[in-house]
């Protein structure tokens, strides 16, 4: 297929452009593309703000955006004002906000208790057992089912 733009070299380029909603397609050569890049200004975001600058530094610890965009890490605090419009969009669309907002409450849960507490109880259990004092078995038995998870609940209460 010849080039669309030339007429003359073998097409060797798809090049898709979109302006207004409207979709064009053009086979073009290699020449012909390079011509065409250098026509088309660089893509501008949403807002119509150039695009953030890549040799941007930080004053602080001399970080480039660029560097920053390759690593992802910044490299000292005084970064985050360094690249304040770049970072804030990142971070919108990354965390849907620039502001930390947490995780939210947090429901606090007992701690596991361990096998030898549980242990300990059972023998006390026994031994009121043994001794027939039932109303101290009932409490024993109560706790060792809260303990264990279980829903049971004391009789009469």
Known sequence: MKCESCHQREASVICVQIVED?????????VCMGKFQEQVPPPADKKNNPPADPLLRCAQCGMSLGEFQKIGRLGCGACYAAFGAPLEKLLKRIHGAAQH??????????????????AQLRQ???????AEEYEEAAQLRDRIALLQGGAHRPAGR
């Open 22 to 30: 409207e979709k064009k397609i053009l086979n073009l050569c290699g």
């Open 101 to 118: 907002r947490g995780k939210g409450l947090v429901e606090v849960q007992e701690p596991p208790r361990s096998a030898e507490e549980l």
């Open 124 to 130: 006390q259990l026994e031994a009121a057992v043994a």
